[in-house]
């Protein structure tokens, strides 16, 4: 009580000093906005030989002594007790919860209050970002090392902040993953759920299993081995670097489905028996899953759960539950004379029998069990809390029926979805989610009552790293969306502000270039990335936020200095337009290169008698092609009409690879003007020339290409090879060729061929 009344005191005497109404104010970039902050005038000046007081062994201090002396070369000194210029204290603080601090800093002094560690430890990142952002230099730089004047009090939203990592699909080795724990505990991310196995790879030491790791870690794809995984020593070392950054760890163990990996070194645990190749080197969803009516898979999945809760000090260990087909279920004997024993109507409630199971194991040991929404059909276990990928209504309905939720909803906080135009990035799975979108989710959807909001633990980023293939994409897909996802997890939404946010960004961007993180800049946004035009042409490009963007025509990177973008560019020749965004620290954006082809237009043909609607198509069904040259060897043909490329796959297994198609036929254009050519095949051509190329991956239309047309018909041809490109197959891909307008953004306007 008594702490209380003195910071009750200290914030009166600095209110009354008229700080707050002083005219200049130092700006607040902090990230996530805290809940209560005034700003008063003048500054803390930080100099050698300053004290610190701390609790005994407080790693919050050490975090701030340290970055001081990395960053800054000041060193500040140990004493006791209220006299130092730098007090952090734990205090009895109700209102402060676990997480909460206060932080007051006038020029002589700075006091911070919380009721835990883990309350300090925030209150210094507070103070970290109260500095200038060359505090996160791991060298010592020039800055002014002051922090303004301010009174903050500050407690979070809601009590979980999260980000998954999907190490399954692409592996992320510790020195990586502690890189991104630091940098998410700059932002007050407080749960870190590591997605440790799937259909593709298994990344987590099993003693008692270790086929699952000598197995189900490697994938050959493509004629090379991929794969890694986590010893138990390194992933204590996680848990351990992560603890100590108010980070728990939430360990992911996929069940029933996702779990070709595991199947792979122990195929006795699906319904068939196996054998499997391999682990699953295709992304998407295995129809091969354990089996759900063999008491032996539960033992098999208990003992490794057993070892799970033992490594990771977590309450909660997630077991998946997501995507799990039932066909295997629906022809195994096992299972069927499982349902019929426990009177389980459909394979629904047989996934639900199976997640009841595991509820109970995990209680046994003390923990709680966390699974994708799809555990809720057929009936939810009753302790379970529900992660709601697929919308917010799966999260709705356990919040309703009394579950607690955490909130990913696709739509919004997938991280693996693109941040801006797709021409402008690597390729990803597709789906797009801005910054904006981001921060402008609400975990508590209003279809929750009021009396049950409380159920709404909070929000979590989900990082599927499928399209991952280089490591530093990771990065570059979270940064900057964490720190959203933080500041909604954080800060009351009557505090949010989207216009301040962005702005808060600026110098954050400055803190990770500090941190060697590749994160999203936005990009030149506007056009295909291949434009043939007549005589000139005009191109517009926007940002999707305030950026400055340079520019060259000569072929060269644009740096800094570059001519600036400032109103839409003419052009007249052929060239390659190359275009950069620079942020204000003279960070620099991926090039986007755009191929401008200056040529005659290409001309429609009036009439072609006897046009039926669909096209010709020659085809093998077999036959492994990767490149287009190898057709040449094909001896022989055959000739079908079709409707659409699609039709190509009813000759094929689901999503199996080989064999090769071209197709023959014409498109109509009513008008003269500039069209976008959209063809996701692997060759397009168009009055004999050859317009669009996608090799290696056919995806999101990166080669769509604009060019001046005719009115009339125009001959095509597509050849097509049905091959499988880091674990992508072709069969997902929607190969029909459109032809739009060129105002038209819809790629998928249908378009009529004919033969
Ligand atoms: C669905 S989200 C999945 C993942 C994929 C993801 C790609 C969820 C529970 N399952 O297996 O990686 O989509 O966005």
């Not at 009344?5 to 009354?16: E, H, N, R, S």
Request: hydrophobic content about 35%; glycine content about 8%; charged content about 25%.
């Amino acid at each position: 009580m008594k702490c209380k009344k003195l910071y009750g005191i200290m914030l009166g005497a600095f209110l009354l000093s008229g700080h707050v109404f002083a005219a200049s104010k130092a700006s607040v970039n902090i990230i996530p906005k805290p809940n209560q902050v005034v700003v008063g005038e003048g500054y803390f000046v930080f100099s050698n030989g300053m004290t610190i007081s701390a609790p005994a062994g407080s790693r919050s201090k050490a975090l701030l002594v340290q970055k001081l002396q990395a960053a800054a070369g000041i060193g500040l000194k140990d004493v006791a007790g209220s006299k130092a210029s730098v007090e952090l204290s734990i205090r009895k603080a109700p209102e402060l919860g676990t997480e909460g601090y206060r932080l007051l800093v006038t020029k002589k002094e700075i006091k911070l209050d919380a009721a835990t560690e883990n309350g300090l430890y925030y209150g210094v990142q507070s103070l970290l970002q109260l500095l200038p952002p060359q505090i996160e230099s791991g060298q010592k730089v020039e800055a002014n090392w002051q922090v303004p004047c301010v009174s903050i009090s500050d407690t979070p939203r809601f009590s979980y902040r999260g980000i998954m990592l999907d190490c399954s699909r692409h592996f992320s080795t510790v020195d990586e993953i502690k890189k991104m724990l630091d940098a998410f505990a700059l932002y007050k991310i407080n749960k870190f759920h590591w997605h440790l196995t799937d259909d593709q790879g298994w990344r987590i030491e099993i003693k008692r299993y270790p086929k699952l790791t000598q197995i189900g870690s490697v994938r050959v794809e493509e004629g090379k081995p991929y794969g890694g995984f986590y010893t138990q020593e390194q992933a204590k070392e996680i848990i351990q670097y992560a603890t100590d950054r108010n980070i728990e760890v939430i360990p992911e163990i996929e069940m029933p489905g996702h779990g070709m990996a595991a199947l792979a070194a122990y195929p006795e645990y699906s319904c068939t028996g196996g054998p499997f190749k391999q682990p699953r080197i295709t992304w998407g969803v295995e129809d091969d899953v354990f089996c759900a009516g063999n008491d032996a898979t539960y033992t098999f999945l208990q003992n490794i759960l057993d070892e799970v809760c033992t490594l990771f000090p977590s309450k909660y260990v997630h077991v998946g539950g997501d995507e799990c087909p039932k066909v295997r279920w629906q022809n195994c004997p096992k299972c069927q004379s499982v349902m019929k024993a426990n009177g389980l109507k459909t394979e629904m409630e047989l996934q639900s029998y199976f997640t009841k199971r595991m509820e109970k194991y995990l209680e046994s040991k003390g923990k709680r069990l966390f699974g994708w929404d799809e555990i809720l059909e057929g009936g939810i276990a009753p302790s379970a809390t529900i992660m709601s990928w697929r919308g917010e209504q799966g999260g709705i309905e356990a919040a309703n029926a009394g579950h607690d939720v955490v909130m990913t909803p696709g739509g919004y906080v997938y991280l693996d979805h693109y941040q801006g135009d797709m021409l402008c990035e690597k390729v990803k799975i597709g789906g797009l989610s801005t910054l904006q979108n981001v921060y402008g989710y609400d975990p508590i959807p209003k279809a929750i009552a009021d009396d049950k909001a409380f159920h709404v633990l909070g929000l979590q980023g989900n990082m599927w790293q499928e399209y991952m293939f280089e490591p530093n994409q990771i990065e570059f897909q979270i940064f900057p969306r964490v720190t959203a996802i933080a500041e909604v997890g954080w800060t009351k939404k009557e505090n949010k502000n989207l216009d301040s946010f962005i702005q808060r960004i600026d110098n954050q961007q400055i803190r990770w270039d500090y941190h060697s993180l590749n994160y999203y800049i936005p990009m030149p946004e506007g056009n295909m990335n291949y434009i043939q035009f007549t005589d000139k042409v005009t191109l517009p490009f926007t940002t999707n936020r305030p950026v400055k963007v340079v520019y060259t025509l000569d072929g060269s990177d644009p740096t800094a200095t570059s001519a600036v973008y400032s109103e839409p560019l003419t052009v007249d020749r052929s060239v390659t337009l190359k275009l950069r965004s620079v942020l204000p620290q003279g960070t620099l954006s991926p090039v986007r290169a755009i191929e401008l082809t200056k040529t005659v237009p290409y001309k429609g043909l009036a009439k072609v008698d006897g046009l039926n609607k669909g096209m010709k198509m020659r085809y093998v069904k077999d036959g492994d092609y990767t490149s287009v040259n190898q057709l040449e060897a094909v001896a022989q043909w055959k000739d079908t009409i079709v409707t659409s490329i699609n039709d190509f796959f009813k000759f094929k297994k689901k999503e199996q690879s080989g064999g090769a198609a071209i197709l023959d036929g014409y498109i109509y254009v009513e008008k003269d003007g500039d069209y976008t050519l959209h063809c996701l095949a692997d060759q397009f051509y168009l009055n004999g020339k050859l317009l669009i190329v996608n090799d290696k991956m056919k995806k999101n239309a990166k080669s769509d290409i604009t060019v001046p047309l005719t009115a009339g018909y125009f001959p095509i041809k597509i050849v097509f090879l049905n091959r499988q490109y880091q674990g992508v197959v072709s069969e997902w891909m929607d190969a029909r060729p459109t032809v739009r307008p060129v105002s038209n953004t819809n790629r998928d306007l249908p378009t009529v061929v004919y033969y």
